[in-house]
């Protein structure tokens, strides 16, 4: 999984995502994940042999752009939502081409339910 931050660290030490991608296939990966969140990023994460495109942190219109592209460069390749996607818009990315959504939501804002159990003696 290639992410921001190792988007910023291949750029920093001067590798291409071609060749990360390449040395990860010869490793044995077979699938590679990688966010993207221009159209930029996935026309590299295409040529780079992504399998799933992770559009990140976009509203639903740019996404639908971005997801829009990727099946224009591989009408194969795997779309996912991530990042901002809610419980009240999930509905719209998913019509907007995601073939998978992250909806953070269930984990990050997780609500406790306060419960108690009181006990008396009969």
Known sequence: MIKDNHWRALRSGGQSLTTVCANARASGANVLHIEVEDAQQVREAIDAGATRLMIDNQPIDAFRTLAAIGR?????????ATG?????????????????VSVGALTHSVQALNMGLELEPT
Do not use: C
């Not at 009408?75 to 996912?80: G, K, L, S, V």
């Not at 901002?84 to 998978?100: H, P």
């Open 72 to 80: 224009q460069l591989n009408a194969e390749i795997e779309i996912e």
């Open 84 to 100: 901002g996607v809610t419980l009240a818009n999930v509905r719209g990315y998913a019509d907007a081409g995601a073939d998978f």
